[in-house]
C-alpha cells in the first residue's frame, strides 16, 4: 500500500513507491499479475478534452474488474453551480477513486483536500504525473533499466517535462534540457530534481542536447489553452524541431506523450521512423495507471 493518499505529482511516491508502481505495471502487462479490482468504480472529471487519458483509464478500470465513469465538464457542476469542494464530498461517496484533467493544478488539490478516496492527476496545467509514469516504464523496457540511459529534452519547459524532470531524478536517469530562453523549467523543479541528486544538465544548443543521448523526448510547443501564443513560440522556437538533421549525429530512439503538431515540434519522418519508442509510449499509459491503480487501492 503507498503511503499517499493521492497522486496529484510524481513526487507524491517515493522513490521505492515509484520502482513499485513501475514494476507492477510491467508484470500486468506481462500477464504475470492478475490482479483485478472487482466492483470498484474510477470517477473521471475532464475539463480538458483527452483521447490517450480517458482511453487508457476507462479500458485500464474494466481490465481490472471495475468500472469507470466519465464526467465532462457538461455532465456535472464542476467549478460552476457548486463549489469543487461539495463535488468532491459527494462524489468521493459514490465512486473508489477519482481522475481528474483539469486547467488549474490548484482546482485538483481542493478536490483532493475534500475527498476521501484517492484522487489521481490525469493532467494540469503544472504536471502530467501519469505520463511519467509510461515514460519511465517506456525506458526502462526499451533498456533493461535507468542505468547509464542518458535522455535529451528538447522544447518547452511544460507540464510534462517538469514532471519528467523530477521523475527522471527519482531513478537516476542522466537528464539535459534544452529550452528556448524564458520557455525553461520551473526553477523549483530543477530545484527538487537537484534535491534528490540529479539535477539536469541544462544547455542552449539542442544539438549539444541530443549527440551523447540515447532517447530525445519532446512535446508540443503550444499546450491546449495557449492558442493565443502561436505565433510568438513558433519564433521562439525556431530551431527546436526534432529532425532528422537535429539526430543527424545521433542514434537515439525518440518519444513524445501525444498528440503530437507534426511538422512543428517533431517531424513526419521522425514520427514514423524505427527511431520511435512513441506507439510503446502511449500504450503504456494503460499499463502504468493500472499499476498505480491496484497500488492506490491496495489491491
Not at 493518499?5 to 500477464?31: N, P
Not at 520551473?186 to 539535477?199: F, I, R, S, T
Request: one cysteine or more.
Amino acid at each position: 500500500m503507498l503511503e499517499t493518499d493521492h497522486f496529484l505529482d510524481i513526487d507524491d511516491l517515493t522513490t521505492d513507491e515509484l520502482e513499485t508502481v513501475i514494476d507492477r505495471a510491467a508484470a500486468i502487462k506481462a500477464g504475470e499479475d492478475d490482479v483485478t479490482l472487482p466492483d470498484q468504480t474510477l470517477g473521471m472529471l475532464f475539463e480538458k478534452p483527452s483521447t490517450r487519458t480517458r482511453i487508457s483509464f476507462e479500458t485500464g478500470m474494466t481490465q481490472l474488474g471495475g468500472h469507470a465513469i466519465f464526467l465532462g465538464p457538461d455532465d456535472i457542476q464542476l467549478g460552476h453551480g457548486e463549489p469543487l469542494s461539495d463535488t468532491s464530498r459527494v462524489l468521493s461517496r459514490y465512486v473508489d477513486a477519482v481522475m481528474a484533467r483539469l486547467f488549474d493544478h490548484e482546482d485538483l488539490v481542493e478536490i483532493a483536500e475534500y475527498s476521501d478516496v484517492p484522487v489521481v492527476n490525469g493532467l494540469t496545467d503544472d504536471a502530467h504525473p501519469c505520463q511519467t509514469l509510461a515514460d519511465l516504464l517506456t525506458i526502462e523496457e526499451a533498456f533493461g533499466g535507468f542505468d547509464d540511459v542518458e535522455v535529451a529534452w528538447v522544447g518547452d519547459g511544460n507540464n510534462v517535462g517538469q514532471s519528467f524532470v523530477i521523475g527522471a531524478a527519482m531513478v537516476g536517469l542522466d537528464l539535459t534540457v534544452s529550452t528556448p530562453e524564458d520557455y525553461g523549467m520551473d526553477d523549483d523543479v530543477l530545484e527538487q530534481a537537484a534535491d534528490l541528486g540529479h539535477e539536469p544538465t541544462i544547455v542552449d544548443d539542442p544539438k549539444d542536447a541530443v549527440d551523447d543521448a540515447d532517447v530525445v523526448y519532446t512535446d508540443v510547443w503550444i499546450s491546449m489553452g495557449q492558442e493565443d501564443q502561436r505565433h510568438e513560440k513558433l519564433a521562439a522556437f525556431d530551431g527546436y524541431q526534432v529532425n532528422e538533421r537535429l539526430l543527424a549525429d545521433s542514434d537515439a530512439q525518440v518519444m513524445h506523450c501525444l498528440p503530437a503538431h507534426r511538422g512543428e515540434e517533431i517531424t513526419d519522418d521522425v514520427l514514423e521512423s524505427d527511431r520511435a519508442l512513441v506507439w510503446d509510449q502511449a500504450e503504456n499509459r494503460l499499463h502504468a495507471q493500472k499499476g498505480l491503480l491496484v497500488e492506490l487501492l491496495d489491491a
